[in-house]
């Protein structure tokens, strides 16, 4: 007489799971067929290990900002690695309050670490969405992520969890729109004491009106659509198979 197994149908995460598993896998493929260079990482402890693979000692390394980047602890594991230089504009100190000062008070100071990124190897990015056909979509207020991105730094490895896989550009800007800006506004509201993000018309309805206020945080937008056989290897990938970031 076999015993019976309880089925908890409550728990669907192994489903969800092997779902999100396989459509990383096809972006990943999708991915390099536009030339990219694309890796699978099943959890954050394996992205980092990734990461660290893709950074060579000595390189000069420069992060942008980035809830998946936090998530995953890269700064802290570099340091302790003791080898490279690490460039963090947007480091803030344990009262989420950036190291470097207020952007207002201290404009020419920020102008001149970001410009850095674009002699550094290695640039350490995140981004907001990629297509089920390997195109890489991220929005930012004054351009500083996304331009480094397409050209500059030796180096750019992009990290991504499997939920910012979207159908394809309508859903990327869709996501963006309706997501991640009003995340994003919310958190520097809340979270890095940004008064002025208060402002915005999302900070208070959490919703995307599309506004021109001047302290809109979507003026830029790159889609990285594939790479030049010169700048073969350049453009790394790592999608986890976790949600991370926003």
């Not at 409550?10 to 260079?37: C, G, T, Y």
């Not at 397409?150 to 910012?164: L, R, S, T, Y």
Request: glycine share 8%.
């Amino acid at each position: 007489m076999h015993a019976s197994v309880v089925i908890d149908e409550r728990d669907i995460s192994h489903p969800i799971n092997w779902v999100n598993e396989q459509r990383a896998h096809a972006v990943i493929a999708a991915l390099r067929r536009r030339h990219f260079q694309a890796q699978y990482a099943a959890d954050r402890a394996q992205a980092l290990k990734a990461i660290l693979a893709l950074v060579a000692n000595g390189a000069t390394v420069f992060r942008a900002d980035s809830v998946t980047l936090d998530q995953l602890e890269v700064v802290p594991a570099l340091r302790a690695r003791g080898s490279n230089r690490v460039m963090w504009p947007q480091e803030k100190d344990g009262n989420g309050r950036n190291i470097h000062g207020e952007y207002e008070a201290n404009g020419d100071l920020y102008a001149r670490l970001q410009r850095e990124v674009f002699s550094a190897d290695v640039y350490l990015t995140g981004a907001n969405a990629v297509t089920m056909d390997g195109k890489i979509v991220s929005t930012d207020g004054g351009g500083n992520r996304v331009a480094p991105m397409i050209f500059g730094p030796g180096k750019v490895v992009i990290v991504m969890g499997v939920n910012k896989i979207v159908r394809n550009l309508e859903a990327a800007f869709d996501r963006i729109r309706e997501f991640c800006a009003p995340v994003n506004v919310k958190r520097h509201l809340d979270m890095h004491h940004r008064s002025g993000y208060g402002e915005l018309p999302c900070a208070s309805s959490g919703i995307c009106t599309d506004c021109d206020h001047p302290r809109r945080i979507c003026n830029y937008t790159g889609i990285l659509e594939g790479a030049l056989p010169r700048f073969s290897g350049r453009i790394n990938v790592i999608l986890i198979g976790e949600e991370l970031g926003m």
